[in-house]
């Protein structure tokens, strides 16, 4: 029997002996991961996660569908974490790749810096993230809203909260209370001129008999006459 004739019996013999041993290997990687937890998974799935800067270009035909994946992964780590540890050394990795990949997911902005502010007591990567939501969305109210937030409940910046309410303030769509916020911050943080400016401007422009009141009230603490 010649070497090719007998390479003609025994390669259909191998490769179904090698099918059979990779089918094998994928089951029992799947019932090993079956007896994981799902914190366990997770983490082992984000450890293989590089930085949003270095994914994007890897994904980039697929990117919406990638940005949908770690939206998931991240309501699924922080939903585990919050039932056990209360611990979220993963989540700035997280939040870092879903905002690279859809710069627009505001939503993802939103929720990102309210969870790593208060629940993983993360201000400052809180406000990175916000940062960089409002250099890609300079005309959503609500990135700049949520910074002023952070820094006037958690860091107690109140001129820097009275800074981020003004911008918000400024912006299509945003609460029109936005405004008064960010004088009373800036008075409260002692940035008085800003908040003299402001209130002078709510007193000179609005119809609103109360809210002239108010803002007349707030000028003559500041010590100015109106």
Known sequence: MTQTTIWKWTLP???????GLAIWTIQFNLDLQHHKSI??????????????????????EYQSSMADLVWLRAIQYYGQHLMTNQKYEWLGHI???LSTLDTRFIGAYH?????????????FPAIKL????????PLNWQIAFDAAFINYML??????????FEIASKLPETW???????????????ANPMAIEIWSSIYRTTENRKLKELAERELIKLGIQP
């Open 155 to 164: 860091t107690k910046d109140y001129v820097t909260a009275g800074y981020y």
């Open 13 to 19: 013999i191998i490769i179904v002996f090698l099918c």
């Open 176 to 190: 029109k209370i936005t405004e008064r916020w960010a004088a009373f911050s800036y008075a409260k943080g002692g």
């Open 95 to 97: 939040f870092d790749i």
């Open 39 to 60: 914190e366990t998974r997770i983490i082992e799935e984000l450890m293989y996660f590089p930085s949003g800067k270095f994914l994007k270009p890897a994904v980039i």
């Open 130 to 137: 916000l940062n960089q939501g409002m250099s890609y969305n």
């Open 111 to 123: 929720f990102g810096s309210l969870v790593l502010a208060w629940d993983a007591h993360q201000v």
